[in-house]
């Protein structure tokens, strides 16, 4: 596994049907699980925790099968924050 964060552009309502990573669009093939996870808040925030309009330290996390136009599929967990979608991680 390797950790990327990302930015990403994504499509779908429910959750990912597509999304470009490095120029590339990949299509998904399955969701295979999704979950809430804990963000790492603190490193965007620094010593204003408290302060009004900060990003939520939840973030809705799917992974998914998914695969270039030419190339084999690969597993992926995508991440949505407040307003944008990472690559978080590319399973090997």
Known sequence: MRRHD???AVRGDDGPRDF???GRRYTVC???ASWQERR?????VGDHPTVPGLPS???RVWRVE???PSGTAGVFDLGRDD?????LRAHD
Do not use: G, H, S, T
Request: glycine residues 0%; positive net charge.
């Open 20 to 22: 470009v990573w490095r």
């Open 66 to 68: 998914a695969r270039p």
């Open 83 to 87: 307003d944008r979608w990472l690559l």
């Open 6 to 8: 990302e930015q990403v």
């Open 30 to 32: 399955a969701v295979l």
């Open 40 to 44: 790492a808040w603190w490193r965007e």
């Open 57 to 59: 330290p939840q973030r």
